[in-house]
């Protein structure tokens, strides 16, 4: 008897190890449908059009240019380049947010494809977040092209801001894989993260710089995973040459174990969750 | 290549909520209140025991009741569902035609969605851009091709996703019956390719309500009765054992 391409079985799941290797191995084989719905995401969000590109970035540039000029009259701060400090973290925030609040209606607004075939449905938060990934960058060369005009120095970090990308590429894959499985079993989920996250914004140091806080606060934002990535992008863009490459390395050990934690997960749950939808 | 279906001891177990949508509120309030989330969900098996064993050039009716598990059954059979116990192994290219409106992002054009429902069964982008034109025209949709899918009447979506499976060549073949709809002109074309494609594909499973489509497609046939298998032979006489056992004694 021939092998058989295809086992569903319902002891496959027992051994995490060997369930973690197959899922990856079922993403794998997907990349041609990750191409598709990337592109048809962007598609959407751009309308095949140069203005597209504007409008998806006018969110950015209307929350930095308000906080910018309200912010300085009712705080009693002053810091060279704010606005470059603001963009800088706004940047960052705008992928943890997105992927957060984007990723918990990830698997559910493509329920139409699950109820298709047997698909890996993790395959959904990280094309929420490719699409993002490539929002981000237009929206960091965008506004390194603004502060050119206005003749804002900027002395961004490339490399810095290269490897700040991609490690936030990947804390936003593991942030949205997890809202999008807990929005799934709780539909309600989605209201909480964004007051969430609305919250953590405030306590993220993206508004304010960091040595404005009493020194026993300041030991606290160490433990706010989010500052730590946006503090990597306010390295790379506002401190430029100056970038603490030590900063990397505790957003680092974040993504490691979301990762596993993520895989593991989805590894255990991804074929029930049709049963939830 | 050959390609099989092999079925062991399958059941698929489904999870019903009592009090609605799943919601942290719910959950919450039932933790204060004091009783647990336990007596909210109900467990209940849509199809069990199910044992099938399919090769190159069978083709499998099922009949049964609405709701006696014919389209879950097949569901399971494209892994949707995942097995609550035994097995599904399967050697092939799987194309299944079962729900209305599936495989579809709704806010998409016509053309992008001809790729994506090529893309979730894993067709090579190439041989897609090579069907492409023949899809639009055989579902009659070329002047639509750039309006996204929301603009279409389901009338038209159905016909769509029919036209895709339809030249998709699968090994495999799962379909409902609901798929052949449409306008009288398209009915007729849908009836005739449907044909066509059970003929070229290695093994079909083919549920329908329909005695004489049955009868002459299939050369196997199970009758499903509360997610069993009650009968399993040839077609002539699954048809008579349902229409004696289970049409006449209600």
């Known amino acids: 008897m021939t092998k058989a391409d295809v086992v569903y079985s319902a002891e496959t799941q027992k051994n995490p190890i060997i369930g973690s290797i197959q899922l990856i191995k079922e993403l794998f084989k997907m990349r041609q449908l990750f191409t598709v719905l990337l592109s048809s995401a962007l598609h959407k969000r751009y309308k095949g059009s140069y203005l597209g590109v504007f409008w998806t970035m006018l969110n950015p540039l209307m929350t930095m240019l308000g906080l910018a000029l309200v912010l300085p009259l009712i705080i009693k701060f002053r810091m060279d380049d704010y606005i470059i400090y603001l963009f800088s973290g706004i940047l960052a925030w705008g992928m943890i947010s997105a992927s957060v609040v984007g990723g918990g209606s990830a698997i559910l607004a493509n329920q139409s494809f699950v109820r298709k075939v047997y698909l890996p449905k993790l395959i959904f938060p990280i094309v929420l977040v490719s699409a993002e990934l490539v929002n981000m960058v237009i929206t960091a060369v965008m506004l390194h092209i603004i502060a050119l005009m206005f003749s804002i120095s900027v002395n961004t970090d490339i490399l810095y801001l290269l490897s700040a990308i991609v490690l936030i590429y990947l804390f936003g894959i593991c942030l949205a894989s997890i809202t999008s499985v807990l929005t799934v079993y709780f539909r309600d989920m989605k209201y909480l993260l964004s007051v969430v996250m609305q919250t953590l914004f405030y306590l993220s140091a993206i508004i304010f710089p960091i040595t404005l806080l009493p020194e026993k606060y300041k030991m606290l934002m160490e433990f706010n995973p989010f500052y730590q990535f946006v503090r990597l992008f306010h390295q790379a863009i506002y401190y430029g040459e100056t970038a603490d490459w030590s900063c990397f390395f505790t957003p680092m050990i974040i993504v490691c174990v979301m990762f596993l934690l993520v895989i593991l997960i989805h590894q255990k749950i991804d074929r029930y969750l049709v049963y939830r939808l | ?86 097995t599904v192994r399967l050697k092939g290219k799987l194309v299944p035609l079962l729900e209305l409106g599936t495989g579809f992002d709704q806010f998409s054009s016509v053309r992008q969605n001809i790729y994506l429902n ?24 070329e002047e639509f091709k750039d309006q996204p899918l929301s603009g279409l009447s389901s009338g038209m979506r159905s016909r769509l996703s029919f036209s895709i ?9 799962l ?18 390719r449907m044909l066509e494609i059970i003929e070229t594909s290695k093994i079909v499973m083919f549920s329908s309500h329909q005695e004489s489509l049955i009868l002459n497609v299939c050369n196997k046939a199970i009758v499903l009765e509360k997610g069993e298998i009650i009968f399993s032979g040839d077609p002539g006489s699954a048809i008579n ?10």
């Open chain 2, 1 to 86: 290549m050959s390609a099989f279906i092999q079925v062991e001891n399958l059941s698929i177990e489904f999870v019903k909520y009592l009090g609605g949508e799943p919601s942290l509120k719910a959950d919450m309030i039932s933790i204060l209140k004091g009783c647990g989330q336990k007596n909210r969900k109900i467990k209940f098996r849509a199809i069990s025991g199910i044992n099938l064993d399919l090769a190159n050039g069978d083709r499998l009716g099922i009949i049964g009741r609405n709701g006696a598990g014919k389209s879950t059954l097949m569901k399971a059979v494209a892994g949707i569902y995942a097995p609550a116990t035994g």
């Open chain 2, 118 to 141: 090529g893309a979730i069964l894993n067709i090579p982008k190439e041989k897609i851009a090579e069907l492409e034109p023949m899809i639009l025209n055989f579902s009659e949709l």
């Open chain 2, 165 to 173: 499976a339809s030249f998709l060549e699968p090994d495999i073949l």
């Open chain 2, 175 to 192: 379909l409902d019956e609901v798929f052949a709809a449409g306008d009288k002109s398209f009915v007729k074309k849908a009836r005739l």
């Open chain 2, 241 to 250: 054992y349902y229409n004696n056992n289970i049409v006449s004694s209600k």
